[in-house]
């Protein structure tokens, strides 16, 4: 490569990451609650559009704790400062916020059963978080909205399912529904909370790949919450490794890989080879 053509691909590539948007932006968060001392703390990361970061570490190391913190469902008390999509999320009154998480935000959770209404059939469920989310009334516009849906998530037969309950599925299927109705406002991030820990591994493969693919065409940003060094590897960008409350490594995920830079970050590393995954 001549040295002028490698002076243009360094001026591309600032030029690309000059526009790339942060979906998430998260400076100095500490959560506590009154009963004990702060169980996060000073905890700053970024995630671009189209970006995965994962966040890893053992149970009880905080990690749900800041996904509930960054969008204001905790009742711990919080400092520092999150921004979604540029927005303060500290500085909004209730109703702001809540109109920024319904336009911008989706939640994929850990167990699709227990997410859904096990007695209401899906139909019921999709048309009502579609039409909420999207302002919608028309009957006939939320359906094909829905079953447009269930087919960018791979259900084609979404007459079939439509009126079917949750019991009458697999949790591969159930996890797709969820899938598609956070998908249904065009989210700029994505919070997914070990969203596959309870699909056995070829559906967790499955279920990722497709968020993979969804994010290639939609651009959002996405919070990947595991505790699984297999899954980080595979499917993130840039991993953030907590531990006891505090993010000790921050890093892209094949440089984290290559030269992990704390003891706790190695023996996550070797714990996965030892379940014979390749790096």
């Known amino acids: 490569m001549t040295s002028q053509n490698s002076s243009l691909e360094v001026y ?6 000059s526009v790339l948007e942060k979906a998430l932006s998260v400076s100095d968060l500490s959560v506590g609650y009154q009963d004990k001392k702060s169980v996060v703390r000073n905890v700053s990361f970024d995630i671009l559009r ?64 227990g997410s859904l209404v096990p007695i209401l059939t899906v139909g019921t469920q999709m048309k009502r978080v579609v039409g ?14 829905c079953f447009d849906l269930l087919a960018r998530v791979g259900m084609s037969d979404a007459e079939n399912i439509w009126n079917r309950t949750p019991a009458q599925l697999s949790g591969g299927m159930c996890q797709r529904i969820m899938i598609a109705m956070a998908m249904c406002v065009e989210p700029v991030l994505v919070f997914a909370d070990e969203p596959t820990s309870a699909l056995d591994a070829m559906t967790q493969e499955t279920i990722l790949s497709l968020l993979q693919q969804l994010q290639g065409t939609s651009r959002f940003g996405m919070l990947f919450i595991t505790h699984d060094m297999r899954l980080a590897a595979k499917y ?8 006891n409350g505090e993010i000790i490594e921050l890093n892209e995920i094949h440089r984290f890989i290559r030269e992990p830079k704390t003891e706790y970050a190695k023996q996550l590393l070797e714990s996965a080879k030892r379940l014979s995954v390749a790096f």
Do not use: H
């Open 12 to 17: 591309l590539n600032i030029q690309m990451f």
């Open 50 to 113: 189209g970006q995965t970061l994962c966040l890893v570490g053992e149970s009880g190391s905080g990690k749900t704790t800041i996904a509930r913190a960054v969008v204001g469902l905790s009742e711990a008390w919080i400092q520092g400062d999150v921004r979604i999509d540029g927005t303060s999320v500290f500085d909004l009154d209730r109703d702001a916020k809540r109109r920024l998480l319904k336009k911008k935000v989706s939640f994929i959770f850990q167990d699709p059963f």
């Open 132 to 145: 909420f989310r999207n302002g919608l009334r028309d009957k006939t516009v939320i359906r094909q909205r």
């Open 236 to 243: 993130s960008d840039m991993v953030a490794v907590l531990y």
